[in-house]
């Protein structure tokens, strides 16, 4: 049962780094309009990874209003700039 487990949590985390990485790519390019080139990749690349390590509960375990308000931060900075991209890209 246990393997199971683990198997099945192994295969969330892969199909959760895929969807960070593209959020990743959206983010840095979005940040990259607003933002100096060098900042955006440093700032794009901390708020998705916050996001990867909250989301796959590495970090904040147990307080979780600090934990789900920190995604709720980091998701709408991820928007916020990712907007930019596409509206640029159209």
Known sequence: ??????KRDGILLVVLLIFNLGSLATTILGAREIMPKNLAWIVGFGVQMMLFLLLANFILKRSFYRKWFAILVCTIFS???SFFWYYQSL
Not at 1 to 6: E, G, P, T, Y
């Open 1 to 6: 049962m246990n393997s199971n487990k683990n």
């Open 79 to 81: 928007i916020y700039t």
